[in-house]
């Protein structure tokens, strides 16, 4: 079993940055491969969609997608050797306020806790 420990959530104001962090108890260079890290998002209501993930091509970690509401705004990192993949955002608007779930793909998917990302007008 893997946990995923997030952290970075809290409130800002619109055109600030928040970075969010997500630590895995499992080791990225360990020898289960890894399929895809992200973020997804969630208000309540509405689906949780997929904000940013990085997905592996062959022996490769690749930067992959960003959902269109925060390109160039968002940036998805890991550091293989925290075993921890990172959000920051920035120039945050009041309609990216959700609820931040990270997941790895393990390849069976494991989900973080969730942190609450508020932004204020």
């Known amino acids: 079993q893997v946990q995923l420990v997030e952290s970075g959530g809290g409130l800002v104001q619109a055109g600030g940055s928040l970075s969010l962090s997500c630590a895995a108890s499992?080791?990225?260079?360990?020898?289960?491969?890894?399929?895809?890290m992200g973020w997804y998002r969630q208000v309540p209501g509405k689906q949780r969609e997929l904000v940013a993930s990085?997905?592996?091509?062959?022996?490769?970690?690749?930067?992959?997608s960003y959902a269109d509401s925060v390109k160039g705004r968002f940036t998805i990192s890991r550091d293989a050797a925290k075993n921890t993949v990172y959000l920051q955002m920035n120039s945050l608007k009041p309609e990216d306020t959700a609820v931040y779930y990270c997941?790895?793909?393990?390849?069976?998917?494991?989900w973080g806790q969730g942190t609450q990302v508020t932004v204020s007008s």
């Open positions: 499992r080791s990225m260079i360990s020898g289960f491969s890894i399929k895809a």
């Open positions: 997941y790895f793909d393990w390849p069976q998917r494991y």
């Open positions: 990085i997905a592996r091509y062959g022996s490769t970690m690749l930067a992959d």
